[in-house]
Structure formats: C-alpha cells, structure tokens
C-alpha cells in the first residue's frame, strides 16, 4: 500500500495568513491526489481533485500542486470558515489511502 | 442537490452483524461508483469499500475483506454496507461517498453514521 504523509500535523494560523499543507506518497502517484476538508461536526468537504483542480463552489484561495511523491494545499488568505482538518488522499494504486491529516487551528 | 444519508448504526456486541444504508438522491446514481470510508475515534480516513455502477465488481481492504460486503440497488438509488463478525476496531463513523463520474475522488459525502462495536 502507498503510504500518505502529511506535515505538519497541527498548523496555528491567523486570519488572513496563507499557510501550506504538504503531503508526501511512499511511491510516485502521478498527480492522483485529492484533498478533503473536514469540520469538527464531521462534515467533509470535497476540495481539489487530481492535484490542482478545484472542486465545484470551492473558493480561489485554496490551490494544490505537486508532482511526483510531493504536494501542497495552499491558502492564500485564511477566513474563519477554514479552520478545519484536512486530508489528502491518493487514488494512482489500490487501496485508495489518505494522509493522516493536518488541523489547521487559530493561532 | 446531490445528497447521501446514512442509516442503520448503532451499538452492537463483537462477533455480530449490522447493515448500513444510504439513500442517494439528487443524481442518477447508477451511473456512479459508489464507496464506504470509515474513521475511528480521533483517528483518519479508512477507505472500507468500493462497487461498480452496476453491482459487479467490488473492492475491499485486506482489514475488511471476508467480513464486510457492499451492495446497491440501482431501482432504489441505495447502496449497503454489510458488516459481519465485527471487531471493537471497526468501531467508527462509516461514510457513503460517491465517486467522480470521470474520476476517481469522492466528490460527495454523506454525513456519516456511528458504528460502536462493544461488549
């Protein structure tokens, strides 16, 4: 199985701070990587798709890349709303597996 | 309105069964791959289950395999999760997903159901 690393685990922020979220795969997976944001009430909200691609409705400031074992969450300006845990997830090998996720929390 | 609600959680004691549901609507569902992922307590995602479109094929992790069975039934835009022989380490929120017509993330989730496997 392709193990999922994501750094760090715990990220204090400030409002309008852009922070990063990185998540690196055992093995290569050719940009099949997803991020997912998850509430405290255990919502999850489907975020980018195939490294870069923003799912429908979400807001511009987030943005992913990467490429090979290597990529990012980005988000430009933090708003209140985003505070949240976060996963990354790769579909490039069976199983499907996902990082163990970063909580971005107000600093 | 794509949504997905789950059903059918609960306490159950080691060594029994439960069957999860979830009730799809807002899209045509046959013609998605539909998944189950799970989280423990304060823990991360755990993909548990994948089916075809048309109920054909399915996918398990080696913790689950032999144990959980996924189903759906297009007629009734609803897919199953079929849980046998449980152990305490599949106590978890189980969540119905649907993947990407093109692609393979999980574009919706439904908002999850509790599973407690205790004694």
């Known amino acids: 199985d392709i193990q999922m690393t994501q750094s760090p685990s715990s990220l204090p922020a400030s409002l309008g701070e852009r922070v990063t979220i990185s998540c690196r795969a055992s093995?290569?997976?050719?940009?099949?990587l997803n991020w997912y944001q998850q509430k405290p009430d255990g919502t999850i909200k489907p975020l980018i798709y195939?490294?870069?691609n923003l799912q429908s409705g979400v807001p511009s400031r987030f943005s992913g890349s990467g490429s090979g074992t290597d990529y990012s969450l980005t988000i430009s300006s933090l708003e209140p709303e985003d505070f949240a845990m976060y996963y990354c997830?790769?579909?490039?090998?069976?199983?499907?597996?996902f990082g163990g996720g970063t909580k971005l929390e107000l600093k | 309105e794509v949504q997905l609600v789950e059903s059918g959680g609960g306490l159950v004691q080691p060594g029994r069964s439960l069957k999860l549901s979830c009730a799809a609507s807002g899209f045509t569902f046959s013609n998605y791959y539909m998944a189950w992922v799970r989280q423990a307590p304060k823990k991360g995602l755990e993909w548990v289950a994948t089916i075809s479109t048309s109920g054909s094929r399915t996918y398990y992790p080696d913790s689950v395999k032999g144990r959980f069975t996924i189903s759906r039934d297009n007629a009734k835009s609803s897919l199953y999760l079929q849980m046998n022989s449980l152990k305490s380490e599949d106590t978890a929120t189980y969540y119905c997903?649907?993947?990407?017509?093109?692609?393979?993330?999980?574009?919706?989730w439904g908002q999850g159901v509790m599973v407690t496997v205790s004694s």
């Open positions: 195939y490294t870069s």
């Open positions: 997830q790769q579909d490039a090998s069976f199983p499907p597996t």
């Open positions: 093995q290569g997976i050719s940009n099949n």
């Open positions: 997903a649907r993947r990407g017509m093109y692609t393979t993330d999980y574009g919706y």
